[in-house]
Nanobody, 116 residues
Framework: QVPVVESGGGVVQAGGSLRLSCATS????????MGWYRQAPGKQRKLVAT???????NYADSVKDRFTISRDNAKNTVYLQMNSLKLEDTAIYYC??????????WGQGTQVTVSS
């Protein structure tokens, strides 16, 4: 089991910003990519953004130009900077770790609520 711990969620007004953090104790050399997914009430979990070991990133169309994913390899941590938040960004945000041995580990999730 690979520990995955998210933090940084909360309540923010529309148009505001939040930064989520995801830390793992697994060595960065054993991780193919890390990313953020979100699940709104009554909906399926969906990709938000991922960053690969080489640094390439991938974003959902709905968050492009508003969210930025980055990683600090020295801290085995991935960040999601969320700007210009919208009501529809309200969801539980989960961090996902995909290892070199092709296993997937999830964090417990952190709630992001955008209010009007």
């Amino acid at each position: 089991q690979v520990p995955v711990v998210e933090s940084g969620g909360g309540v923010v007004q529309a148009g505001g910003s939040l930064r989520l953090s995801c830390a793992t104790s697994e060595s960065i050399s054993n991780i193919n990519n890390m990313g953020w997914y979100r699940q709104a009430p009554g909906k399926q979990r969906k990709l938000v953004a991922t960053v690969a070991r080489g640094g390439s990133t991938n974003y959902a169309d709905s968050v492009k130009d508003r969210f930025t994913i980055s990683r600090d390899n020295a801290k085995n941590t991935v960040y999601l900077q969320m700007n210009s938040l919208k009501l529809e960004d309200t969801a539980i945000y989960y961090c996902r770790v995909f290892t070199t041995w092709l296993s997937v580990f999830w964090g417990q999730g952190t709630q992001v609520t955008v209010s009007s």
